[in-house]
């Protein structure tokens, strides 16, 4: 337990970070309806899966996301 206490500093800030780009990624899944690869809802599912790494929401944005 004391590990994770020392450890807490670091580890709410990247949560908050993750949780952050996970919302606007998933805002902008749901706010535009045309995409370069997939569909919506591959793009929530994957982002949601993968968010803990922050793989889904950069796949997003480097694959899926239409340029505009």
Do not use: C
């Not at 990247?14 to 309806?33: D, W």
């Amino acid at each position: 337990m004391d590990k994770l206490m020392e450890f807490l500093p670091f580890l709410i800030p990247l949560i908050l970070a993750e949780l952050a780009v996970l919302g606007y990624t998933l805002f902008h899944i749901f706010t535009h309806s045309a995409y370069k690869r997939g569909s919506r809802a591959l793009w929530v599912v994957l982002a949601i899966v993968l968010m803990n790494t922050f793989i889904g929401p950069i796949l997003y944005f480097l694959f899926g996301k239409e340029d505009s």
